[in-house]
């Protein structure tokens, strides 16, 4: 399966003319995009994320190298074969792009009137999503009246129309609060599942890979800087643009002079439990916790936690062998102390 | 007040200004609405962007509306007699009126179209859509109520255009306050003639308005 990826980028870069010359928005991007599965392109803001995505659909010609969807090379095809090809890839987009003088249902119905499908058929189809996406009762409402939320639905289901392979998520999100995002967080695995369509989440907000995606590609100033299951990156993110991005708040620790500390990193084979309170109680002996970024995925805990072990050699030496006996990895860190 | 003649002068006066805008508007359209789509899907931001041609067209839309209209119904003159036959008469006025008002509706159709949300375009375009389609479906569609409220101001604008051109014996309301106020200093015809203007001005302006704020869906 992995050999037969829905989408191969291969070596694609893309360049801007820009006002001091030409500008690299990206360089060198590799990845290959596995059928069925949630990706996630996460980076900062400027890094190249939506022109990633907008190259993935050819809405922005890349000026090297090339896409193959479901093995066919993007860059060879006619304006009317990439139209074709467009309708199996849905796209939603943070300000949901409705066409605010149609109601829903006749948004739902535009990609399939745009593909040329019969006006009652279409009108059955976006019904059916209507209904997938629980908003039959906004069938006749203008996206006007509908919340934030409500919105990015009627794109959800709008994207879906077309039966497309794809779904590519530009900040699908990030014009949502908390309690909304996870509502169309939901949805989209749930989608996922359901109908097996592959979804190319892009995001800057790590809980929205943590919560959906499977593997996730990490963009940093153009290229993509790590590719891993999304438990790898987590637990053991080897690039500085990683680290930023998984422990944005370890760099405020206060440094404390004096004795041993040590990271632990949960990386998926331990359950989610009070391991360090459990090490407490059985020592008898207080640690300092100096940094903790766990996450709770499916029961299993992942992130990291340094502590500053007791004074007591011996005790510390002791309490190292406890917790690699819990199968953790520890590592003495000097940079804390 | 005055002699039946003069009223039924007024009435055909007003039915001929009411035929000229009309006539004028809807032919002034199919030239300027096609000219506006234009601009707007060959600028560098466009669907098409064209960078010359794009240049090209609007330099020859300011050439046209910077030409004072008095100047311009002379100047086709012309044109008007290979076309219509005559330079006198109201068919003979609807052609300087069209050629004035296509580079000015291509000019309001343009700023109505930039209105439309990137983003909506962009959707469609990721759903496979063509220039056309996006053209008729997405551009027209969502700026309707803008378009709407340049379509008042088109007509009531050709309005005034077509009292302007009575200097040239074009027939309508101008015409007779021409030849009434001005030549024959009977001013209480040509008071008659502009309150008639006015409330058509007023009519037509209020009918856009409402029409498109009838029409707008985004509140
Ligand atoms: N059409 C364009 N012309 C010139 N430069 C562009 C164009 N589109 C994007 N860029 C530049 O490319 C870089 C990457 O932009 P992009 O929109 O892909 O970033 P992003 O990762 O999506 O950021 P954000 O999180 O803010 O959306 C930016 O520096 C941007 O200024
Ligand atoms: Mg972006």
């Not at chain 1, 995009?33 to 980076?43: A, L, S, V």
């Not at chain 1, 409500?150 to 779904?167: D, E, G, H, M, S």
């Not at chain 2, 067209?57 to 003159?77: C, H, K, Q, T, Y």
């Amino acid at each position: 399966m992995s050999d037969n990826p829905i989408i191969r980028i291969e070596n694609l870069g893309k360049i801007f003319p820009g006002p001091d010359g030409e500008f690299y928005a990206l360089e060198d991007i590799n990845l290959d995009i596995r059928r069925g599965e949630i990706f996630g392109i996460i980076g900062m803001s400027g890094a190249g994320k939506s022109t990633l995505v907008r190259c993935i659909n050819f809405l922005e010609r890349p000026t090297e190298g090339t896409v193959y969807f479901d093995g066919q090379d993007l860059s060879v095809l006619t304006k009317k074969e990439l139209y074709k090809v467009r309708q199996s890839m849905g796209m939603i987009f943070q300000q949901f792009n409705l066409l605010m003088q149609r109601t829903v249902l006749s948004n739902v119905c535009f990609p399939l009137e745009i593909a040329g499908i019969d006006k009652k058929k279409a009108v059955e189809r976006a019904k059916e999503l209507l209904a997938l996406v629980d908003l039959t009762d906004k069938t006749y409402a203008y996206p006007s009246q509908l919340s934030g939320g409500q919105r990015q639905r009627v794109a959800i289901a709008r994207a879906l129309a077309t039966n497309p392979k794809v779904l590519l998520c530009d900040e699908a999100t990030s014009a949502l609060d908390p309690a909304t995002t996870r509502g169309v967080l939901m949805l989209l695995k749930d989608i996922n599942k359901r109908l097996g369509i592959t979804i190319v989440v892009i995001t800057h907000e790590m809980r929205v890979i943590e919560e959906i995606c499977n593997r996730v590609a990490i963009i940093d100033k153009s290229r993509i800087a790590e590719v891993g299951s999304v438990e790898e990156i987590f637990t053991r993110p080897r690039t500085a643009a990683a680290k930023r991005l998984v422990f944005p708040e370890e760099h405020s620790i206060e440094i404390l002079p004096g004795r041993r500390c040590c990271r632990i990193v949960f990386d998926g084979s331990s359950s989610f439990e009070p391991i360090i309170a459990g090490m407490v109680l059985d020592f008898r002996q207080v640690v300092n916790i100096l940094f903790a970024d766990t996450k709770n995925i499916d029961g299993k805990a992942f992130g990291q936690i340094v502590i500053q072990l007791p004074d007591n050699e011996l005790i510390a030496d002791r309490m190292i062998e406890y917790l690699r006996g819990k199968n953790l990895t520890v590592e003495e860190v000097d940079g804390y102390v | 007040m005055f002699d039946p003649s003069v009223w039924t002068m007024l009435g055909q006066g007003l039915l001929e200004s009411i035929y000229m805008t009309l006539v004028s508007t809807a032919l002034a359209y199919l030239f300027g609405l096609p000219l506006g789509i234009a601009l707007v899907i060959t600028d560098k931001d466009g669907i098409h962007p064209k960078e010359t041609f794009n240049w090209i067209l609007g330099l020859i839309i300011n050439l046209l509306r910077s030409v004072p209209f008095l100047i311009l119904l002379i100047m086709v003159i012309p044109v008007t007699r290979a076309i219509v036959g005559t330079i006198i008469g109201t068919n003979a006025t609807i052609v300087p009126l069209v050629i004035a008002a296509a580079p000015f509706i291509a000019r309001l159709v343009e700023s109505s179209l930039k209105e439309v949300d990137k983003g909506v375009i962009e959707a469609a375009q990721s759903m496979g859509a063509s220039s056309m389609q996006i053209i008729t479906r997405v551009l027209l569609p969502e700026a309707r109520p803008s378009l709407i409220v340049g379509g008042a101001i088109a007509v009531t604008t050709i309005l005034s255009y077509s009292a302007l051109a009575g200097f040239v014996a074009g027939g309508g309301l101008g015409d007779i306050a021409i030849r009434y106020g001005y030549h024959r200093y009977q001013t209480d015809v040509m008071l008659i003639t502009v309150v008639m203007l006015v409330v058509i001005v007023q009519v037509l302006q209020e009918m856009g308005t409402r029409l498109a704020r009838l029409g707008d869906k985004r509140k």
